[in-house]
Structures are given as C-alpha cells and as structure tokens.
C-alpha cells in the first residue's frame, strides 16, 4: 500500500512582493516547498538565488527542495544548501561527472535529486539512483511555470518507479510541471511519492483554497488504490 503522497508548491507564480505571506498561507497544507531556480543559460528564464531560498526558509518550517536549473550546479550547491535546502537536484547532462556533484551533495548534508528532462532518457540515470534521495520527472520542458502536462512522460514515471523498486534504492519519485486537477489523478495511478503544483496553487485567485484541493483529491486516490 502507498502511503500519503506529499504536495510541493513550486512558488514560481507567487507574488515575490509578499512571499513571505505566500508561502506561510499554505504552508500546514503542504509538505515541501519545491524552489525553480533558473540561469538564463540552462533554460532562457531566470528566477532567484540562495538570498531567496533563505528568506523562505525563514518564512516556514518545511523543508525545502531547490532544483537546480543552472549550468554550473557544483558552484552553486553549496550557497543552496547554507541557505537552506533540504535537498537539491541538479540535471545530470550539464556536468561531466554527475557522481562527483552528488558527492558534494551528500558532503554539504542535503539529500542528493536528479532532474529528468522530458528528452533525456531514463538509462543515463540509472548508474546514480541508488545514491538518490529523489528522482525529480519533469512532465514540461524546465524553463517556465504554467505550461501543459506531457502526457507522453507518464510511461517514463511508470518505468522510474520499476527501477527503483528494482534496485531496493530509497529515491522519492516526484513529478514536476503542468500538474493541476486535471492532471493529478494520472500522475498518481503512474505512481509519484511527492507532487509539484506550481501555478495550479498560486493562482492569484486563492492559494490556500487550491492547495487543500489537490491536498482531498490526493487523499481520496490514494485511499481508493488502498481498497
Ligand atoms: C519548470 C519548473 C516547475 C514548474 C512548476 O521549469 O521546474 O517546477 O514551474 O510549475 P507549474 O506547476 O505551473 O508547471
Ligand atoms: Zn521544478
């Protein structure tokens, strides 16, 4: 049986003019705060730094998951993870030795996450999944909140769940973009330990109304695979 399936706001649509009132507003509905952060090289967009990612931290007691859409992750990490990060996830095809950046992570004390990219295929991860504390599958292509969920990413989430199982590995399986009412009920029966909603909570209408939700809907699918 699957146990609760946590909720992460990706807080890319927030209003960063009160992100503090933001992020508290939901905060006891959610689990983790799932943190963008965009280079302008890695993806042509670009949102925040550690200054940003401390002044969540100090907004909210959850834990915090940066993921890391930059081309020099191991630069970074450690500002990311002084300033606050839980856990940090990195895609794998920006650095030449991805083994050697989830070293640095688990010698900072931040659960180590790879990123999957729609086009990247899942056999380049498999040689670092049993070193993971989360395999983070991306069903938009990174770079923007409030895109449309890929469909065609599901049967990747199914076969990423088979391979940890496989392995006995401890990784998280959690599924990012495009995941909204709508979308939520497939990325759970493709079987997801931890959901990002990013612009489907911050809506600029009510957040905390959205985030309780996808919170019921969450718990109502996981009872009914209970039964
Ligand atoms: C995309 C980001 C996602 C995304 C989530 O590059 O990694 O976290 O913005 O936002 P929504 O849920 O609006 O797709
Ligand atoms: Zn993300």
Known sequence: MRGRIRLAPSILTADFARIGDEVRSVADIVDWFHLDVMDGHYVPNLTFGPSTVEAIDRSCENPLHVHLMISNPGQYAPEFASAGADRISF?????????????????????AGLAVHPDVP???FAPYIERLDVLLMMTVRPGFGGQKFLDEVVPKIVDANRLIREMGARADVEVDGGVNASTIDQVVDAGVDIVVAGSAIFDGVDAPAAAKKLRERLDVLVG????
């Open 91 to 111: 895609h794998p095809e920006v650095v030449e030795e991805p083994g050697a950046v989830i070293d640095q992570l688990e010698a900072l004390g931040v659960g």
């Open 122 to 124: 899942l056999s380049r």
């Open 224 to 227: 009914k695979s209970a039964r």
